[in-house]
């Protein structure tokens, strides 16, 4: 039995190292995410599996700015609509927030507010070139603090160096220039003078102390070391960017005019490769390590979630239909749960698999009161936020002929009202300005045949 014992202990080694290297393995690897903007969107793509996603969030008008907070896993993005603002989420488009809005004054149409997150200190810092401000305040939103405001021509890029505890800002005012400070905002310097340049992005490589900006007047990009010394050409004949990058040994930018993303080594020596195309109006990207549960995302919420109950030989019945929220390119399926009026538990009734139709109907019982949700799920879970719910009691049963057909047939008949008297009344404008017209015109034939019969009668 002793010898049987012994035997047995390298096996139960062997499998407990193995399930840990599994557990490791899928549980802690990396993936390689790029963020960007483009104005009404934010977008990131798994640079390991060349996923391609538009993140859900709606209301977004003029994005332009784009960052990430690695403790929190948090997009941040700035929009210069409606006086501006400064908003997160995740990478699944879930736990979304604007933690900074009224950035300048509302009716200002072109302004940069470029953003930059301090993940250590957790803040955000911000330029503010409508009014010629370097601002900052805490991720929760508070302690909203000027860093710099004196001698400023038109600050439109900053960066944060979290660690050495420095900030620096690309001015690109009537004396362009690059400066820093540190992160109080003291100790304010000039590290190079930009004069008959036209630059408009700035980007910082901490690893390598390095700083790039572009100069749009010659098509050339430079590079200079974080103090200021050492500038020169890294690449000319560079096409119209409008976002930079540094990723390990490659630069990353956004081709504005052939709407790509397109990536050369950083020596500068090479041709620039295509890594992602066409895309509009991209306006600034960011590449980020994330540890892989952070791009699982579980599908986003069902709508038009409703319910319609009917009676089959004194049977009640109710029809659940919905739409697909996204669900990121991966197959989803749908979980009909149901709960009692008295109680906090939800209980699965019907499970509707990913090929199937966006409708199930269920037995119920008469005079009952009802409360179903929807949850939409995936390999990665279930929807997390705004489950759609629906309560109703079955004292209201009827046949379900055209309970449906006459909830849509409403609305449309409406909308065929209105349009049929605008079009109505259209014609009825037209024709009172033909009409008009006539009139003045036969007047004006009148008027001229008098005066050439009296003129001929004065002649003869």
């Not at 139709?357 to 799920?377: D, G, M």
């Not at 997390?384 to 409403?410: C, G, M």
Request: net charge neutral; aromatic share 10%.
């Amino acid at each position: 039995m002793g010898a049987l014992r012994n035997l047995s202990r390298p096996w139960i080694i062997a499998v407990c190292l193995s399930v840990c290297l599994k557990n490791s393995v899928y549980s802690d690897y990396e993936e390689q995410v790029m963020v960007f903007a483009n104005r009404t969107n934010i977008h990131w793509v798994n640079q390991n599996t060349r996923e391609h996603h538009v993140m859900p969030l709606e209301g977004i008008t003029e994005a332009k700015y784009v960052d990430y907070d690695p403790v929190e896993n948090m997009v941040y993005w700035s929009d210069v609509h409606h006086g501006g603002s400064i908003s997160r989420a995740t990478l699944c488009a879930e736990e979304r927030e604007t933690i900074v809005s009224d950035i300048f004054i509302q009716h200002v149409k072109a302004a940069f507010v470029s953003i930059a997150v301090d993940a250590r200190r957790r803040a955000i810092y911000w330029t503010n070139s409508a009014s010629d401000l370097i601002e900052r305040v805490n991720l929760d939103g508070s302690n909203r603090t000027v860093i710099a405001e004196h001698d400023m021509g038109s600050p439109i890029d900053v960066e944060v160096d979290s660690h050495a505890g420095f900030l620096y800002w690309l001015d690109a005012g009537i004396k362009p220039r690059i400066e820093s400070c540190s992160l109080s905002g003291k100790g304010r310097r000039v590290l190079l003078d930009l004069k008959d340049q036209y630059p408009s992005i700035l980007e910082l490589d901490v690893q390598t102390q390095a700083l790039y900006w572009n100069d749009k007047n010659t098509k050339q990009l430079f590079t200079a070391r974080m103090d200021g010394s050492s500038m020169k050409v890294l690449k000319s004949s560079i096409p119209h960017i409008t976002g930079i990058f540094i990723e390990g040994n490659y630069i990353y930018w956004i081709d504005w005019w052939n709407k790509d993303i397109e990536k050369i080594p950083i020596s500068g020596q090479e041709e620039a490769s295509v890594i992602l195309s066409p895309i509009k109006d991209m306006e600034d990207l960011i590449s980020v390590k994330v540890v892989s549960g952070v791009v699982q995302c579980p599908p986003r919420p069902a709508y038009k979630f409703k319910a319609f109950t009917y009676m089959v030989n004194g049977t009640v019945r109710a029809k659940f239909t919905w739409e697909a929220g996204y669900g990121w390119k991966i197959p989803q399926y749908f979980e009909l749960d149901r709960r009692d009026v008295d109680s906090q538990i939800w209980v699965e009734v019907h499970k509707i698999e990913a090929d199937s139709n966006r409708s199930v109907i269920i037995a119920l019982e008469h005079s009952q009161e009802y409360q179903f949700r929807l949850r939409a799920c995936n390999t990665y879970g279930c929807s997390r936020s705004n489950t759609p719910e629906v309560k109703f009691t079955t004292d209201s049963a009827s046949v379900f002929s055209s309970s449906e057909e006459h909830y849509n047939a409403i609305p449309t008949l409406l909308k065929t009202g209105i349009i049929l008297g605008g079009v109505i009344v259209s014609i009825g404008i037209l024709l009172g300005i033909w009409g008009y017209w006539r009139a003045r015109k036969r007047k004006t034939n009148r008027r001229y045949r008098a005066v050439r019969y009296s003129t001929a009668s004065y002649i003869t």
